[in-house]
């Protein structure tokens, strides 16, 4: 059976919704004829047409300003952000505007902001960025990151079919690195439901994104080395958190590690476990651990983003640490 | 003139108006909405605000009212959305809801916080939409809501339809990034945008020529590739003849039109601002140039009204914003607990 890649599930998701809704469209920089900067649109201007695959300037404002008038007007717009380290030129239309509209009066603003994130290619300060924060700060949205590429597919499509506006921070770093067999027939994965990818009973992790990779590689390695069971919980839903399924394993293991790419001041892991704390504090045997990036911009050169970048030896020393408890 | 507000005697008048003016019945439209907005706003600002009977910011629109009404006048409204304009306006636009038919009891529900406002309690003064009315919502970010009103425009164009999209901002809104990234979106999709400006000469305390180096807006147009025309905010007339060759442009497909419309700020910002810093002699020379007053003497030339129509008409506005008031404040309050609903779609 073929293999889909990350990115390609991102673009069936795309595809398929265009065909089966026609108020369905993209708009953002280059996904016309150019195709995306990441190919994400290729083919679809071709197939679509000019009114539903649409170039715009550089105006990241504009657009998301843009998706959100035409979603008042009863259409599903995905705004393609370049790279999503541009959706800060945005964040007033998001914030403020789409964020808001159905709370104070009650029109719903049913949009997708797309777009790819994180480090590890390279990319330097603006090419490399985790906005989730600033938006997960922000009642009205919804945030989701995918790790796998059933979810990227899955979670897109439940993100166009979504109401309310939606974030969806597609990692650059899996969009070809990761690749699976997908169902042929229609799917969406819930917003707002994580996802166990390894069972476990002495330690969990939760992480989300491309974390969830050197996440599980950590897990393995504490199994072997130590025959210490890790549960990965994949978080998949920034907002709203999936708060039954981070209790269940916390209840569970009584040991929280949080991972992620994003740095550590604000980051979502303080969030979680103020959660756990509030929620499950009796059941805790050893304070809640966070592996993040440090709080710095994402650096360019190799040796500087390795340093800044969360990996698998970082994981498990903290993951040892915390089995010790 | 740097450093401070144009004088009156620097608007420029448009180019004759189009032969075809409005007739009669519009007429004495435009004029019942003048007053209906002067008195209505009046009676907010001075009064209901004053008694603490609203708590919150009060912006009005005193004398620049010819600019809302002039251009809602356009507003096509039937009921189906395929065949309806959208608008955009702004905070000083009261006449542009009371046109759209959103009534004075309900304008005065949101803004003393009542259930029954278009927000529910949940923003204030002229911060609201009411979708079935055509109405989006502003919000205090000044100028977000050009981009909006150009991706309403954008939908037109995709479902192939010839309606139009108003957008209406001050002149403080337009130095903001949003402003120009949304004009030159319509600009550059040739979409069916009828661009608004009502330049009161003040953004607060600051003076246009602090605003903006230029001595007219319009000219920003040339800028964008797209038609731009200065026009006397002040005279409905001409007013309305500008956005109604915007609006044939719009339908036809030919693009977007900044107007600018010149007028001036007879209040301070909000309710709470004496606007010390406005020259009296400019507030003198614009008061002599009030809209209302231009309009009825038009009328009153054409026969149109006389001293008993317009005594006439002012005691039916007068009751029927007594009686507004009266029903609005025994509306209901809100529930503290209503805060937690509807931040989703639920």
Redesign the interface.
């Known amino acids: 059976m073929a293999l889909t890649t990350y990115v390609e599930a991102i673009r069936q998701a795309i595809w398929e919704e265009m065909e089966a809704d026609q108020r369905v469209f993209i708009l953002g920089e280059d996904v016309g004829a150019y195709g995306g900067a990441f190919k994400v649109t290729e083919g679809m201007l071709e197939h679509f047409g000019e009114l539903r695959v649409i170039d715009t300037p550089i105006a990241e404002a504009g657009i998301v300003g843009a998706a959100i008038g035409a979603a008042l007007m009863g259409m599903r717009p995905i705004a393609e952000m370049q790279f999503i380290d541009f959706i800060s030129c945005a964040f007033d239309q998001i914030t403020n505007f789409a964020a808001k509209n159905r709370y104070r009066w009650g029109a719903g603003v049913p949009i997708v902001i797309r777009g790819p994130s994180g480090g590890g290619v390279h990319g330097g300060p603006f090419h490399s960025q985790n906005p989730e924060m600033y938006f997960v700060h922000t009642p009205g949205l919804k945030v989701v990151a995918p790790a796998t590429a059933y979810d990227a597919k899955g979670l897109l499509k439940a993100a166009i079919r979504d109401d309310d506006p939606v974030i969806y921070l597609e990692h650059k770093y899996l969009y070809r690195r990761i690749k699976e067999e997908l169902p042929k027939e229609d799917y969406i994965v819930p917003i707002g439901r994580a996802a166990v990818r390894r069972e476990g009973r002495d330690l969990s992790i939760l992480t989300y994104g491309a974390m969830l990779y050197p996440s599980l590689e950590a897990a393995d390695a504490l199994s072997h080395e130590r025959g210490i069971e890790t549960e990965v919980l994949d978080l998949r839903s920034l907002l709203p958190l999936d708060k039954d399924a981070i209790l269940d394993t916390a209840r569970k293991t009584g040991k929280v590690l949080i991972v992620h790419e994003d740095t550590k001041t604000g980051g979502i892991a303080g969030e979680i476990a103020a959660i756990v704390n509030e929620e499950v504090f009796e059941y805790l045997d050893g304070p809640v651990l966070r592996v993040t990036a440090p709080d710095t911009p994402v650096p360019y050169s190799p040796p500087l983003e390795e340093f800044f970048l969360p990996n698998k030896d970082k994981i498990l020393l903290a993951a040892r640490r915390l089995a010790a408890y | 003139m740097r450093g401070g507000a144009r004088k009156a005697g620097a608007t420029r008048r448009s180019e004759p108006a189009a032969p075809v003016g409005p007739d009669d019945a519009s007429l004495l439209k435009m004029l019942y909405y003048m007053k209906l907005t002067r008195a209505l706003e009046d009676r907010i600002e001075r009064k209901l605000y004053r008694q603490g009977k609203i708590v919150g910011g009060v912006y009005v629109g005193r004398g620049q009212e010819a600019i809302s009404v002039g251009a809602a006048l356009h507003i096509r409204r039937s009921g189906n ?1 395929d065949v309806d304009d ?1 608008v955009c306006p702004s905070h000083r636009d009261m006449a542009v809801f009371l046109m759209q038919g959103v009534t004075p009891e309900r304008i005065l529900a949101q803004y003393m916080g009542r259930r029954t406002g ?2 529910r309690g ?2 204030a003064n002229m ?5 079935g009315r055509r109405l ?2 502003f ?3 000044l100028a ?15 479902r192939g339809t010839d309606q139009a ?1 108003f957008c209406f901002f001050g002149d403080g809104a337009a130095s903001r ?2 402003w120009h ?2 004009v ?2 319509a600009a ?2 040739r979409l069916p945008v009828i661009f608004i400006c009502n330049n009161n000469q003040y953004a607060y305390s600051t003076p246009v020529s602090r605003q903006m180096a230029i001595e007219k807006f319009s000219d920003r147009a040339v800028g964008y590739g797209i038609p731009g025309e200065t026009v006397d905010g002040n005279d409905v007339l001409l007013v309305h003849d500008a956005v109604g060759r915007a609006v044939q442009r719009a339908r036809r497909g030919e693009g977007p039109t900044l107007l600018e419309f010149v007028t001036f700020r007879m209040t301070g910002h909000s309710a709470h601002d004496d606007a010390g810093y406005v020259p009296k002699e400019l507030l003198e020379e614009w008061s002599r140039r009030d809209p209302i007053d231009r309009l009825g003497a038009v009328m009153r030339h054409r026969g149109l009204v006389d001293d008993a129509v317009l005594r006439d008409m002012e005691k039916r506005i007068e009751l029927e914003i007594d009686e507004a008031v009266t029903r609005a404040e025994s509306q209901p309050w809100p529930e503290g607990a209503e805060t937690l609903e ?4 639920e």
Do not use: Q, W
């Open positions: 959305d959208i278009l927000t949940r923003d911060h609201m939409g009411d979708m989006v919502s919000i205090s970010h977000d809501h050009v981009p909006v009103a150009v991706g309403c425009a954008l939908t037109f164009r995709m999209s990034g949003d990234e949304g030159n979106m550059v999709m509807g931040v989703y779609k």
